[in-house]
């Protein structure tokens, strides 16, 4: 069967040029296919502009840093080919700019190689990127929260690097999936690391607390964001090492993630998140925290 029929074709960028999503191509030597040797980045587009784009840039210069991959495009440079982008999806799916949220998929490997572990500083990067339309989560999962599941963190130790190698992310998500849940919760040494795709957020006595930014988890982009947030809600913030029993014993918990936002989780391993009347509902925090959000967003 030939897949690339039904492969959309919109726009995308690859190595210097703009073509056809379903006509890019990359070699079967490039790293990033052979040993899952990149990086990405994942940002949310809000009437057509690029949302905290400074942020998710400097996350990749870090990214890119942290895996040696030389690639030193400035974030202007990528600001304008992200415009042609997301104006050419806009056009292409036939909507107006202004009334869509879109998400850019930037990807960039040490490029193309004989295989062979050892690292090559002389590689040109491969570089690509393209636009898709968000799929925010739907009315009902706002309205009533989302289970989640909880799982050993068996992931590498270098969760702070944006890396394509996604296989232990894959098999992490699978846990929650096969339970019908939204995201798998992950503990390391009986600490809370994070989700699978999310940053993870525990309400107690009006604080608002995640785990140390440090290499077992990826620093969200919400990471500063609700930071900001909180400031403004005039709720304290506060990233610190985080016992199993702590989440367990929230008042609310909650997701983080470019697509999530901000999302109650109201279960957790089919257990109601919260207590008294409030037990297994989205709280007020979250409805504070998604409001303000949806303001930032404009
Ligand atoms: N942790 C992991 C492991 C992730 O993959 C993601 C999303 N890519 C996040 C956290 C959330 O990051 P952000 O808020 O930048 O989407």
New binding site residues.
Partial sequence: MNHLVALPHHLCYLNGEYLPLNEARVSVLDRGFIFGDGIYE?VPVYGGKPFRWAHHHA?MARSLQEVRIPHADDAATWAARIDHLVNAHAAHTGQRVGNIEQLIYIQITRGVAPRDHVIDPQLSPTVFAMVNTMKPPSAEQREHGVSCVSAHDFRWEK?HI?SISLLS?ILARDISHQAHAVETVMFRNGHLT??????VWVVKNGSVMAAPKDNL??E???YGLLEELCAQEGLSYELRPIRRSEVFDADELLL???TKEVLPITHLDGQAIGHGAQAGRPGPIYQRLYQAYQKVKQ
Avoid at 194 to 199: C, G, I, R, V
């Fill in positions: 994942v996350r969760g944006k992310a994070e989700a699978s795709s999310s940053n988890v990826l969200g982009i919400r983080t993630s470019a």
